[in-house]
């Protein structure tokens, strides 16, 4: 037989949840079910409530401005990405590959990348620049089609312009 509801039960839920309490830890402090603890609120005239809406939706607007600013930096690191990427494209490097019966190691120092790999570069660029975008758009309506077009063009340029050089260089 469940135990009745006492004064006592009465004035620690009024008590505790004047302590901004839920009703599940009202229920663990004084011993009784969450059920129980809704039964003895109800009966307050008015009724106490355990509404918990205002505190989410605080809690969801301070997450959701924790997310943009990490997505904006993640945005603001993907761009730096893409700007160290597009300095080797026509930087220095050292191609290297295992070659011979022997598989012996061996190199060559190029003036630029070979055509693959510069391809290879500028397929990185443009991910780390559209995933850039998706992550924190540029702003203005209109501009934002125009950035896009024109980083567009940008891609197919690069592109072009390693093919015409990656074809003298033996690509």
Do not use: C
């Amino acid at each position: 037989m469940a135990r009745p509801i006492t004064d006592d039960d009465r004035r620690r839920v009024r008590e505790l949840h004047a302590q901004d309490k839920s009703r599940n830890e009202i229920a663990r402090e004084i011993g009784r079910s969450p059920s129980t603890v809704s039964k003895i609120a109800g009966q307050f005239e008015p009724p106490l409530s355990f509404d918990r809406a205002p505190q989410v939706e605080a809690a969801t607007r301070v997450r959701t401005a924790d997310l943009a600013a990490r997505r904006a930096a993640l945005a603001i690191g993907l761009q730096d990405d893409a700007e160290r990427l597009r300095g080797q494209l026509w930087s220095p490097t050292i191609y290297g590959e295992f070659a011979g019966k022997e598989g012996d190691w061996q190199h060559v120092n190029l003036d630029q990348p070979r055509f693959v790999d510069q391809r290879q570069i500028i397929a990185s660029v443009q991910t780390a620049v559209g995933t850039s975008l998706r992550l924190a758009p540029a702003e203005g309506g209109e501009n934002a089609e125009q950035v896009r077009s024109m980083l567009g063009a940008l891609g197919e340029a690069l592109t072009q312009a390693a093919h015409e050089d990656g074809g003298a260089a033996g690509g």
